[in-house]
């Protein structure tokens, strides 16, 4: 438990199954004991909530949302996470032909540089509400970073397993923080199953399993922020990646909140969902219609999106129906290129989901998806440097020169030969 | 043909505590029908009422989704394992 305990102390909301409805007190289970389905926590109806001047005045961090986060009480960790910029990019606007294109930009997230920064502050407070000393995760490299880091700072164990395969920087950005790093021979979606048995049997808190119902809800602040940043109103599209899918249904539930508390007024933003097309099974259940996920196995350099059988893919389905969005899938190639526009164009370098949220917006303005009023946010989730392998190659290699002038006057001359971007 | 079924904890409480059960049958879901005779409550939990596996209740047969054998039709055989997981997903 954490040192200082606030006052009151934190506990975790009570929890109700999104299948049958049965509801049960709190705690660190995110199945349904009657029919298996997900939980999700349970918040006071009549509770006081906030208006936008009060939120104002807060600390920019996703607590000062923190009647729309499943606890009572106040948080006890990672207190200074959350409220990344949102930053205009007009140039995209241009490019997409709509009116205007914001970055919400969490590869700048705080501490890991990765939006799953979000939802690891929420689960570590559930740790702390259940007191529990050791968390976990099953990951495809940023979440893994996340824990690591969260952990770390709250001086909790933490033991966290991922596929054999990652990126060297989300390898070595996990260990570095002292977690018990387990690399597990198979695809995520092994890991996955690994860990929900490890859940089963140690008790531990792994993020996204066990404790997944308040590691979730973590992810509405993106709809929050985004809402709050653009001067309390909505965008009319949203762009967003999709890996086990839980944010696409996170975004439409957090919208959907802040239009309930009369925060914002109008419609629902348009959600929009994209995939690597090496493992795109969410982009082919909207394509294809109906609620039963065929699950695929991943064959592309997009590790953090690669979930072949992803548990929340109906839902983000739905949510992208309802809403009147789509999805798109984009080759690995598109996807480099994505991060390559993405940075020119606006000044931030994402890892390769960030390629294929960028090229994933491309593809569906092309297709006819944007009207030129639309005012479009693209979620950017996680910071290039951890995925470096995907650009390299991909970017002018730099030349070597001796330190004279005329070296760099004669690479001056050369440009002015180059064909404009 | 016996295999066995491993359980999650939360679905324990519809064994009388038994993880594991024997079950027997050609395929998978002869299999399940077989556990579903035997243990009354944990059968709404591991099928629907036309016999059908639920989208959130995933099977593993040794360790491989059976969505990828065939489902409930994938044949088994003595000394197979199954294990039930419910469907979670992370990133």
């Known amino acids: ?421 | 043909m016996a295999i066995t079924l491993n359980l999650p904890s939360v679905l324990a409480a519809h064994t009388g505590g038994a993880r594991t059960i024997e079950a027997t049958g050609r395929t998978l879901g002869e299999a399940v029908a077989d556990v579903a005779a035997r243990y009354p409550a944990l059968a709404p939990r591991l099928r629907d009422k036309e016999g059908k596996p639920y989208p959130f209740v995933n099977f593993y047969l040794n360790d491989e989704d059976v969505r990828f054998r065939g489902g409930f039709a994938a044949p088994v055989q003595d000394g197979d394992e199954v294990t039930v997981i419910p469907a979670i997903a992370g990133g």
Not at chain 1, 178 to 195: E, H, I, K, P, S
Not at chain 1, 290 to 308: F, M, N, Y
Not at chain 1, 314 to 334: H, K, S, Y
């Open chain 1, 1 to 421: 438990m954490p040192a200082t305990i606030a006052s009151p102390p934190l506990t975790a909301r009570p929890l109700r199954c999104r299948g049958c409805g049965t509801e049960r007190a709190a705690a660190p289970t995110a199945i349904c004991e009657e029919c298996l389905g997900p939980l999700d926590p349970v918040y006071e109806p009549g509770r006081p909530l906030p208006d936008r001047e009060i939120i104002a005045g807060r600390a920019p961090s996703l607590w000062r949302y923190k009647e729309w986060l499943p606890f009572d009480g106040d948080a006890v960790w990672s207190l200074d996470t959350g409220f990344t910029p949102l930053v205009d990019a007009p140039a995209l606007a241009r490019r997409f032909g709509v009116a205007r294109v914001w970055v919400k930009n969490d590869t700048v997230s705080h501490p890991s540089l990765s939006f799953k920064d979000r939802v690891v502050a929420a689960a570590i407070n559930a740790a702390a509400a259940f007191g529990l000393d050791t968390i976990g995760c099953a990951s495809t490299g940023n979440l893994a970073n996340a824990v690591a880091a969260h952990a770390a700072r709250a001086g909790l164990k933490a033991w966290i397993f991922i596929p054999d395969e990652l990126e060297a920087a989300k390898v070595i950005g996990t260990s570095v923080y002292g977690a018990r790093l387990v690399r597990v021979r198979g695809t995520y979606d092994d890991v996955n199953r690994l860990c929900a048995q490890v859940a089963d049997h140690f008790g531990w808190g792994i993020a996204n399993v066990n404790l997944r119902s308040y590691y979730g809800e973590g992810s509405k602040t993106v709809a929050y922020e985004i809402a709050e940043q653009l001067g309390w109103r909505l965008p009319t599209a949203v762009v967003a990646p999709m890996a086990g899918g839980s944010l696409l249904s996170k975004l439409r539930k957090g919208f959907g909140e802040f239009l309930e508390a009369r925060l914002v007024s109008g419609d629902l933003p348009r959600l929009y969902g994209a995939q690597a097309a090496g493992c795109a099974p969410i982009v082919h259940l909207v394509e294809r219609g109906g609620d039963a996920i065929e699950p695929e196995v991943p064959k592309t350099i997009c590790r953090s999106l690669a979930i072949g059988n992803p548990a929340d893919g109906a839902f983000a389905a739905r949510a992208m129906r309802e809403t009147g969005g789509w999805a798109a899938a984009v080759t690995d190639a598109e996807l480099v290129e994505g991060i390559r526009l993405l940075a020119e164009d606006t000044g931030v370098f994402a890892e390769t989901a960030g390629g294929v949220t960028t090229a994933g917006a491309l593809a569906l303005a092309r297709a006819g998806r944007f009207a030129p009023q639309d005012e479009v946010v693209l979620c950017i989730t996680g910071h290039g440097l951890k995925t470096v392998e995907a650009v390299q190659g991909a970017v002018p290699e730099a030349p070597v020169i001796a330190p004279r002038l005329r070296e760099v006057t004669t690479l001056v001359e050369e440009e002015r030969t180059w064909p404009s971007r």
